[in-house]
């Protein structure tokens, strides 16, 4: 098994060097550069925008500033942010990768958790009314123009009811004289929410294993989530010395943008799960379980729901990366000033370190993601477990 996990490790590192010459050529293929900023400019003369980008270092040829880069790379540095001069990439992305992350994180888990049961319940039900209207609602929201239906969500709940903020990610008048920077409140949610979640998760396996009646198990998971839950709240309003206000102004202006990309991307979780819960239903053991007279809750959630969760959770897993992308659309829309923001301003004003570091970020974050996969494949699926070992 370790010469399996070894081999994975080895053959990510290749394809990040790989991916990283990929992506730099490609990215210093694109015509102009930083420079043509300035073209517009009558302050600055032929002369001065040549000495600009030598400055830059754009008059080298491509191999060698690649050369460079990488160099640069393998000692930490993502080099120097044009748009952002004299800030370095580095720094860019550690501002701004939180805010991402955090939204779209969110997205990600209430997709999952809201996809997976959907489509667990779709697949009991196959055949009656209630699959055929949830199915096409799902597939409809799924297959909507996502930036009109972002911008009918703002226009209603923002504008016309007013029961969200229109844009952005906090309420000016309030951070005016916050103790902290908005990015401290951020990092101090992912961190609660991370250990709350551990915790929660390691609590729901524990019962799972010790508890054995299904309603006392339902019961003490219900009870688990409600003292995660109030253990969030008592940081926020007792422990985190006033911050819960900032805490909370956040989340309401994340409310709509959660809301409103989880609408548009649970149905591809809902169908994966109903696909693969069909699959489960039709082994043998489905039918031994009910020859056994077990609960048809006990079947659907414990032996079918719990098999057919391989493909599910790797699907979740590998999407995780790309929550830092951010979706341009979406942060351009809802006006967050995240990654896909900042990858969109970086290509518009062709600040190449900027873009390369963000997507290099991106990319390093995938390949991880698949290796996590991978490895939870060994231990999820004794069939691989035992052609790895």
Same mark, same amino acid.
């Given at each position: 098994m370790w010469k399996y996990i070894l081999g994975r490790v080895l053959q990510n590192i290749l394809t990040f060097f790989l991916f990283l010459a990929l992506v730099y050529f490609m990215m210093d293929a694109v015509p102009g550069d930083f420079g043509n900023v300035f073209l517009n400019d009558p302050r600055l003369t032929a002369a001065q925008r040549a000495e600009l980008r030598a400055t830059l270092g754009l008059d080298r040829p491509p191999a060698e500033r690649f050369l460079i880069w990488m160099g640069n790379f393998l000692r930490g540095n993502l080099g120097m942010s044009f748009s952002n001069y004299p800030r370095p990439v580095s720094d860019v992305i550690a501002e701004r990768?939180?805010?991402?992350?955090?939204?779209?994180?969110?997205?990600?888990?209430?997709?999952?958790?809201?996809?997976?049961?959907?489509?667990?319940?779709?697949?009991?039900?196959? *055949?009656?009314? @209630? +699959? !055929?209207?949830?199915?096409?609602?799902? %597939?409809?929201? !799924?297959? %909507?123009?996502v930036p009109w239906f972002a911008l009918m969500m703002v226009w209603l709940f923002a504008f016309k009811l007013g029961i969200f &903020?229109?844009?952005?990610?906090? @309420? &000016?008048?309030?951070?005016? /004289?916050?103790? %902290?920077?908005?990015? %401290?409140?951020?990092?101090? =949610? #992912?961190?609660?929410?991370?250990i709350t979640g551990a915790a929660l998760l390691a609590a729901i396996i524990a019962i799972q294993a010790l508890v054995q009646r299904p309603v006392m198990r339902r019961r003490l998971q219900w009870i688990s989530a409600a003292a995660a839950i109030l253990a969030i709240v008592l940081y926020w309003g007792v422990l985190s010395g006033g911050l819960g206000r900032y805490a909370l102004d956040i989340f309401h202006h994340m409310i709509l943008p959660i809301v409103t990309i989880s609408l548009v991307n649970f149905a591809g979780q809902m169908l994966l799960t109903s696909n693969s819960m069909?699959?489960?239903?039709? +082994? /043998? !053991?489905?039918?031994?379980?009910?020859?056994? *007279?077990?609960? +048809? @809750?006990?079947?659907?959630?414990?032996?079918? $729901?719990?098999?057919? =969760?391989? &493909?599910?959770?790797?699907?979740?897993i590998l999407s995780l990366p790309f929550v830092l992308s951010g979706g341009v659309i979406t942060e351009s829309i809802f006006s967050w000033p995240g990654m896909g923001l900042t990858l969109l301003? $970086? $290509?518009?004003? +062709?600040?190449?370190? =900027?873009?390369? *570091?963000? #997507?290099?970020?991106?990319?390093?974050?995938? #390949?991880? $993601?698949?290796?996590?996969?991978?490895?939870? !494949?060994?231990? #999820? /699926?004794?069939?691989?477990?035992y052609q790895a070992g």
């Open positions: 990768a939180p805010r991402t992350i955090v939204l779209f994180l969110s997205v990600s888990l209430v997709t999952f958790f809201t996809g997976f049961t959907t489509g667990k319940i779709l697949a009991w039900n196959k *055949g009656k009314v @209630t +699959e !055929y209207i949830v199915t096409i609602g799902g %597939v409809i929201l !799924y297959t %909507v123009f &903020p229109i844009g952005k990610f906090v @309420t &000016p008048l309030l951070w005016s /004289d916050a103790p %902290v920077q908005a990015n %401290v409140i951020f990092l101090r =949610m #992912l961190l609660t929410t991370g069909l699959d489960t239903l039709r +082994e /043998d !053991y489905i039918l031994a379980a009910r020859a056994k *007279g077990l609960p +048809e @809750t006990v079947i659907r959630d414990k032996h079918a $729901a719990r098999n057919a =969760m391989l &493909p599910i959770f790797t699907s979740f301003l $970086a $290509a518009q004003v +062709e600040d190449i370190p =900027m873009a390369i *570091g963000a #997507l290099v970020f991106i990319g390093a974050l995938a #390949l991880v $993601a698949h290796l996590v996969a991978d490895i939870l !494949y060994v231990f #999820l /699926d004794p069939r691989i477990r």
